[in-house]
């Protein structure tokens, strides 16, 4: 069990471990881990740039059980292919499917875990050159060999038909 | 989603993560991080409070322009609560035999839910 100070970051690698463990697990999940990182520079200022955006939120489906806001963890709301879905309309997007933090916050609010609306108010503004006219939908829960293999260069493969010269990624 | 990060910086696409779950995304190394020390579930900011999360999101534009060299992470200068109890909850061991295993029994059914889903999707 990790003995952290409380104002230190949760380990989550560490508790995850001890929490699977705990619950009978001998196989708890192998986060993913690498010393080089690769590093692309922005090749012209953001404000001439085109931005693309990539959510791990789920599309709302009526027909699948409770997803919230507020909803206890829900595997059915899963999804195992990358999608996309137009920048120009508010999506209905949930995060019922993730494991987040239930008892201190609450999924009440698309903007605080998907930012297209400030995205689009920085375009406004011209701090941002354009969006790119769709963003697009990372599956989770999946081994690191399908990221890597499928989900990854399908979101490449989708960021370049978008034009995208950047992108934002949020992870719930 | 780090993972998908580092494809895309090997392609020539500059990426930057908005993210709460700091050792996760750091161990995966990714070239971009803009961290705020949240609960998991909130990545842009506190809901509610959109001020914040413009801030939050602001920083993370700033960041793709400014990064010079990978595995720069930026914090964000928001506290969740000046009590960082709830540190304490997520994944929580301090639960009674009883509930782990109530959990269990959840977590299993879950799962099984994920594993015929991915099969009928893939």
Redesign the interface.
Same mark, same amino acid.
């Given at each position: 069990m990790d003995t952290s100070p409380s104002r230190e970051p949760i380990p989550y690698v560490e508790r995850s471990r001890s929490y699977y463990l705990a619950q009978g697990y001998d196989n708890p999940y192998n986060w993913a881990q690498h010393d080089e990182v690769p590093f692309t520079r922005l090749s012209k200022p953001l404000s001439q740039a085109r931005l693309g955006l990539v959510t791990t939120a789920s599309i709302y489906r009526p027909d699948l059980a409770d997803q919230g806001p507020g909803a206890p963890y829900n595997a059915e709301a899963k999804f195992y292919r990358v999608y996309s879905l137009p920048s120009s309309e508010r999506p209905d997007l949930r995060i019922s499917h993730v494991g987040y933090d239930r008892v201190h916050t609450h999924a009440d609010d698309l903007d605080a875990y998907f930012p297209l609306a400030h995205l689009q108010q920085f375009q406004r503004e011209g701090r941002i050159g354009s969006l790119t006219p769709r963003f697009h939908g990372a599956p989770t829960n999946r081994s690191q060999r399908t990221t890597v293999e499928q989900d990854a260069p399908e979101i490449l493969a989708r960021l370049r038909e978008d034009g995208a010269e950047a992108a934002v990624l949020v992870p719930i | 989603?780090?993972?998908?990060?580092?494809?895309?910086?090997?392609? @020539?696409? &500059?990426?930057?993560?908005? %993210?709460a779950?700091?050792?996760?995304?750091e161990?995966? !190394?990714? *070239?971009r991080f803009v961290w705020s020390?949240?609960?998991? @579930?909130? &990545?842009?900011?506190?809901? %509610?409070?959109?001020a914040m999360?413009?801030s939050i999101? !602001?920083m *993370?534009?700033d960041l793709?322009?400014s990064?010079?060299?990978?595995?720069t992470t930026v914090q964000t200068p928001y506290e969740?609560s000046p009590d960082?109890?709830?540190?304490?909850?997520?994944?929580s061991?301090e639960?009674s035999g009883e509930q782990?295993a109530r959990?269990?029994v959840?977590?299993d059914r879950?799962?099984e839910?994920?594993r015929q889903?991915?099969e009928s999707?893939?």
């Open positions: - | 989603m780090s993972l998908v990060s580092r494809h895309l910086e090997e392609n @020539g696409i &500059p990426t930057v993560i908005i %993210g779950a700091r050792d996760i995304v161990r995966c !190394g990714v *070239a020390d949240f609960p998991l @579930g909130n &990545p842009c900011g506190r809901p %509610g409070d959109k999360q413009r999101v !602001g *993370a534009l793709l322009e990064a010079t060299a990978p595995r969740w960082h109890s709830w540190k304490k909850d997520f994944w061991l639960l782990l959990q269990k959840e977590f879950q799962k839910i994920a889903k991915r999707e893939c």
